[in-house]
Nanobody, 123 residues
Framework: VQLQASGGGLVQAGGSLRLSCTAS????????MSWFRQAPGNERDFVAAVIWSANITYYADSVKGRFTISRDNAQNTVFLQMNTLKPEDTAVYYC?????????????????WGQGTLVTVSS
């Protein structure tokens, strides 16, 4: 699976951005698609996940109520709508794919990664 992420940029606090990640090379029917983020000096942290076949979603507590993960089956694309952005959301955001539905919040279990897209939220 090849993953291509896009949509990052610079936004003021309180603003919104939508990230996209398009997959190619394999059907996502047996995968969970997720977003992680990594700020300078920090580990790569789980943000959100969607079980592709069931369209069930999970979120980190820090983004719950502000971010929404969704998927477009026809386009093989996963989105991350980010609203009410805060400076602490500044990070490189990565999309990732894992086979199955276990260990979704742990980056080392993921099989495929996109290249990352930078989100900068100014105060």
């Amino acid at each position: 699976v090849q993953l291509q992420a896009s949509g990052g940029g610079l936004v003021q606090a309180g603003g919104s951005l939508r990230l996209s990640c398009t997959a190619s090379g394999r059907t996502l029917r047996h995968y969970t698609m997720s977003w992680f983020r990594q700020a300078p000096g920090n580990e790569r942290d789980f943000v959100a996940a969607v079980i592709w076949s069931a369209n069930i979603t999970y979120y980190a507590d820090s983004v719950k109520g502000r971010f929404t993960i969704s998927r477009d089956n026809a386009q093989n694309t996963v989105f991350l709508q980010m609203n009410t952005l805060k400076p602490e959301d500044t990070a490189v955001y990565y999309c990732a794919a894992i086979s199955g539905i276990r260990n979704l919040r742990v980056s080392r279990y993921y099989d495929y990664w996109g290249q990352g897209t930078l989100v900068t939220v100014s105060s």
